[in-house]
Protein backbone atom coordinates (compact mmCIF):
# COMPACT_ATOMS: atom_id res chain seq x y z
CA UNK A 1 0.00 0.00 0.00
CA UNK A 2 1.15 3.01 -0.90
CA UNK A 3 2.15 5.53 1.76
CA UNK A 4 1.40 9.37 1.96
CA UNK A 5 3.00 11.11 -1.37
CA UNK A 6 3.98 14.69 -1.31
CA UNK A 7 5.31 16.82 -3.69
CA UNK A 8 8.03 18.49 -4.99
CA UNK A 9 10.47 16.66 -2.72
CA UNK A 10 12.51 20.08 -3.14
CA UNK A 11 11.30 23.66 -4.23
CA UNK A 12 13.68 26.78 -4.47
CA UNK A 13 12.48 30.18 -4.79
CA UNK A 14 13.03 33.69 -4.93
CA UNK A 15 11.49 35.45 -2.36
CA UNK A 16 8.10 37.34 -2.98
CA UNK A 17 7.42 34.12 -5.62
CA UNK A 18 4.59 31.90 -5.16
CA UNK A 19 4.84 28.14 -4.17
CA UNK A 20 2.88 25.24 -3.39
CA UNK A 21 2.95 22.00 -2.19
CA UNK A 22 0.32 18.65 -3.13
CA UNK A 23 -0.13 16.03 -0.96
CA UNK A 24 -1.77 12.87 -1.36
CA UNK A 25 -2.88 11.10 2.06
CA UNK A 26 -3.75 7.15 2.34
CA UNK A 27 -6.42 5.66 0.64
CA UNK A 28 -9.33 6.09 3.02
CA UNK A 29 -7.54 8.36 5.60
CA UNK A 30 -10.24 10.58 6.51
CA UNK A 31 -7.73 13.11 8.40
CA UNK A 32 -5.03 15.40 6.70
CA UNK A 33 -2.64 17.41 8.30
CA UNK A 34 0.03 19.96 7.61
CA UNK A 35 2.87 20.24 9.63
CA UNK A 36 6.09 23.00 9.30
CA UNK A 37 9.38 21.94 10.34
CA UNK A 38 12.27 24.34 10.80
CA UNK A 39 15.59 23.15 11.18
CA UNK A 40 16.31 21.86 14.52
CA UNK A 41 12.85 22.00 15.43
CA UNK A 42 9.99 19.14 16.16
CA UNK A 43 6.80 19.49 13.12
CA UNK A 44 4.52 22.19 14.21
CA UNK A 45 0.71 21.68 13.00
CA UNK A 46 -0.40 24.60 10.42
CA UNK A 47 -3.97 22.76 9.33
CA UNK A 48 -5.66 20.11 10.29
CA UNK A 49 -8.73 18.68 7.68
CA UNK A 50 -11.58 16.39 9.02
CA UNK A 51 -12.41 15.19 5.07
CA UNK A 52 -13.23 18.75 3.21
CA UNK A 53 -13.61 20.71 6.47
CA UNK A 54 -10.48 22.40 8.42
CA UNK A 55 -11.23 22.13 11.80
CA UNK A 56 -8.30 23.54 13.09
CA UNK A 57 -6.58 26.08 11.35
CA UNK A 58 -5.35 28.16 14.05
CA UNK A 59 -1.59 28.16 13.43
CA UNK A 60 -1.97 28.95 9.65
CA UNK A 61 -0.72 32.35 8.99
CA UNK A 62 -3.37 33.26 6.68
CA UNK A 63 -1.99 36.46 5.26
CA UNK A 64 0.30 34.59 3.23
CA UNK A 65 -0.34 30.84 3.73
CA UNK A 66 -3.74 29.08 2.31
CA UNK A 67 -4.79 25.01 1.40
CA UNK A 68 -7.61 23.58 0.52
CA UNK A 69 -8.78 19.97 0.65
CA UNK A 70 -11.54 19.38 -2.30
CA UNK A 71 -13.61 16.17 -2.36
CA UNK A 72 -11.79 15.38 1.08
CA UNK A 73 -9.00 13.19 -0.70
CA UNK A 74 -5.66 15.01 -1.86
CA UNK A 75 -4.69 18.78 -0.58
CA UNK A 76 -2.82 21.25 -1.94
CA UNK A 77 -1.07 24.11 0.51
CA UNK A 78 0.10 27.57 -1.05
CA UNK A 79 2.43 30.31 0.14
CA UNK A 80 2.18 33.57 -2.12
CA UNK A 81 4.11 35.68 -1.23
CA UNK A 82 6.96 33.73 0.03
CA UNK A 83 8.96 35.20 2.47
CA UNK A 84 12.85 34.15 3.82
CA UNK A 85 11.36 33.32 7.01
CA UNK A 86 9.68 30.48 5.20
CA UNK A 87 12.33 28.18 4.58
CA UNK A 88 11.44 24.90 5.95
CA UNK A 89 10.02 21.14 5.43
CA UNK A 90 6.62 21.24 5.17
CA UNK A 91 5.23 17.45 6.10
CA UNK A 92 2.18 16.00 5.13
CA UNK A 93 0.28 13.34 7.18
CA UNK A 94 -3.10 11.55 7.76
CA UNK A 95 -4.75 9.07 9.80
CA UNK A 96 -8.02 6.98 9.68
CA UNK A 97 -9.34 7.34 13.02
CA UNK A 98 -8.56 11.55 13.65
CA UNK A 99 -4.97 10.48 15.04
CA UNK A 100 -5.71 8.79 18.30
CA UNK A 101 -3.70 5.64 17.13
CA UNK A 102 -1.22 7.07 14.26
CA UNK A 103 -0.43 9.59 12.11
CA UNK A 104 1.05 8.43 8.76
CA UNK A 105 3.79 11.12 7.51
CA UNK A 106 4.97 11.88 4.32
CA UNK A 107 8.85 12.69 3.68
CA UNK A 108 8.41 16.22 3.21
CA UNK A 109 9.15 19.17 0.71
CA UNK A 110 11.84 21.12 1.78
CA UNK A 111 11.23 24.71 0.51
CA UNK A 112 14.49 27.10 0.32
CA UNK A 113 13.47 30.94 -0.37
CA UNK A 114 16.10 33.19 -1.53
CA UNK B 1 3.54 23.96 24.89
CA UNK B 2 5.06 20.39 24.41
CA UNK B 3 4.72 19.35 28.04
CA UNK B 4 7.50 16.83 28.03
CA UNK B 5 11.57 17.43 28.97
CA UNK B 6 13.59 15.01 26.92
CA UNK B 7 17.37 14.97 26.87
CA UNK B 8 18.47 16.47 24.06
CA UNK B 9 20.97 13.54 22.66
CA UNK B 10 21.96 10.02 24.29
CA UNK B 11 24.21 7.60 23.06
CA UNK B 12 23.95 4.22 22.34
CA UNK B 13 26.32 1.10 21.39
CA UNK B 14 24.86 -0.91 18.21
CA UNK B 15 23.43 -4.35 19.79
CA UNK B 16 22.96 -2.96 23.38
CA UNK B 17 19.24 -1.70 24.69
CA UNK B 18 18.77 2.11 23.98
CA UNK B 19 16.78 3.81 27.27
CA UNK B 20 15.01 6.51 25.98
CA UNK B 21 13.24 9.16 29.30
CA UNK B 22 11.25 11.53 29.09
CA UNK B 23 9.20 13.46 31.61
CA UNK B 24 5.48 14.96 31.61
CA UNK B 25 4.86 15.46 35.25
CA UNK B 26 1.81 17.65 34.28
CA UNK B 27 0.10 14.45 32.24
CA UNK B 28 -3.61 14.44 33.20
CA UNK B 29 -5.74 11.34 33.27
CA UNK B 30 -7.10 11.48 29.77
CA UNK B 31 -3.91 11.96 27.85
CA UNK B 32 -1.55 9.34 26.85
CA UNK B 33 2.16 9.34 26.01
CA UNK B 34 3.17 8.73 22.28
CA UNK B 35 6.29 7.90 20.52
CA UNK B 36 7.62 8.91 17.00
CA UNK B 37 10.97 8.74 15.49
CA UNK B 38 12.43 10.88 13.18
CA UNK B 39 15.34 9.41 10.72
CA UNK B 40 16.98 12.28 8.74
CA UNK B 41 15.23 13.35 5.73
CA UNK B 42 12.32 11.55 6.45
CA UNK B 43 9.20 12.33 7.93
CA UNK B 44 8.12 11.12 11.59
CA UNK B 45 7.14 7.55 11.88
CA UNK B 46 4.88 6.25 15.25
CA UNK B 47 7.01 3.83 17.61
CA UNK B 48 3.99 2.87 20.65
CA UNK B 49 1.86 4.74 22.77
CA UNK B 50 0.25 4.14 25.87
CA UNK B 51 -1.79 5.00 28.68
CA UNK B 52 -0.89 3.79 31.87
CA UNK B 53 0.02 -0.29 31.50
CA UNK B 54 3.62 -1.21 30.03
CA UNK B 55 3.19 -1.44 26.01
CA UNK B 56 5.15 -3.46 23.67
CA UNK B 57 5.38 -3.91 19.57
CA UNK B 58 7.52 -5.27 17.67
CA UNK B 59 10.12 -2.29 17.57
CA UNK B 60 9.74 -1.05 20.94
CA UNK B 61 8.23 -0.92 24.91
CA UNK B 62 7.12 1.59 26.61
CA UNK B 63 7.63 1.89 30.37
CA UNK B 64 5.40 4.24 31.74
CA UNK B 65 5.83 5.00 35.84
CA UNK B 66 2.82 3.83 38.20
CA UNK B 67 2.29 7.92 38.99
CA UNK B 68 2.38 8.86 35.06
CA UNK B 69 4.96 11.62 35.21
CA UNK B 70 7.81 10.03 33.17
CA UNK B 71 8.03 7.42 31.05
CA UNK B 72 10.95 5.00 29.01
CA UNK B 73 11.30 3.42 25.32
CA UNK B 74 13.18 1.18 25.25
CA UNK B 75 14.79 -0.43 21.54
CA UNK B 76 15.88 -3.61 22.94
CA UNK B 77 18.56 -4.38 20.28
CA UNK B 78 19.51 -0.90 18.52
CA UNK B 79 20.77 -1.22 15.42
CA UNK B 80 22.66 1.92 13.36
CA UNK B 81 19.34 2.28 11.58
CA UNK B 82 18.01 3.49 14.64
CA UNK B 83 20.05 6.36 14.80
CA UNK B 84 17.04 9.26 14.78
CA UNK B 85 15.48 11.79 16.66
CA UNK B 86 13.02 10.41 18.81
CA UNK B 87 10.05 12.21 20.49
CA UNK B 88 7.89 12.02 23.43
CA UNK B 89 4.28 13.40 23.10
CA UNK B 90 1.54 13.40 25.33
CA UNK B 91 -2.07 14.22 24.42
CA UNK B 92 -5.22 13.37 24.89
CA UNK B 93 -6.75 10.06 23.28
CA UNK B 94 -10.34 8.28 22.38
CA UNK B 95 -12.59 9.78 19.79
CA UNK B 96 -14.15 11.50 22.20
CA UNK B 97 -11.74 13.78 23.01
CA UNK B 98 -10.60 14.71 19.56
CA UNK B 99 -11.45 18.28 20.08
CA UNK B 100 -9.77 20.93 21.48
CA UNK B 101 -5.51 22.07 21.39
CA UNK B 102 -5.15 19.26 23.72
CA UNK B 103 -5.85 16.85 20.96
CA UNK B 104 -2.87 18.30 18.74
CA UNK B 105 0.06 16.13 18.17
CA UNK B 106 2.17 18.58 19.63
CA UNK B 107 6.18 17.95 19.32
CA UNK B 108 9.21 18.96 20.87
CA UNK B 109 12.86 19.15 19.94
CA UNK B 110 13.33 15.28 21.05
CA UNK B 111 16.23 13.15 21.81
CA UNK B 112 19.02 12.24 18.99
CA UNK B 113 20.01 9.02 19.40
CA UNK B 114 22.75 7.98 18.01
CA UNK B 115 23.60 4.40 17.41
CA UNK B 116 27.65 3.78 17.20
CA UNK B 117 29.02 0.78 15.50
Known amino acids: EAGVVQSPRYKIIEKKQPVAFWCNPISGHNTLYWYLQNLGQGPELLIRYENEEAVDDSQLPKDRFSAERLKGVDSTLKIQPAELGDSAVYLC????????????FGEGSRLTVL | DAKTTQPPSMDCAEGRAANLPCNHS???????VYWYRQIHSQGPQYIIH???NNETNEMASLIITEDRKSSTLILPHATLRDTAVYYC??????????????????FGKGTLLTVNP
Open chain 1, 93 to 104: ASSYDRGFGELF
Open chain 2, 50 to 52: GLK
Open chain 2, 26 to 32: TISGNEY
Open chain 2, 89 to 106: IVRVGGLENSGGSNYKLT
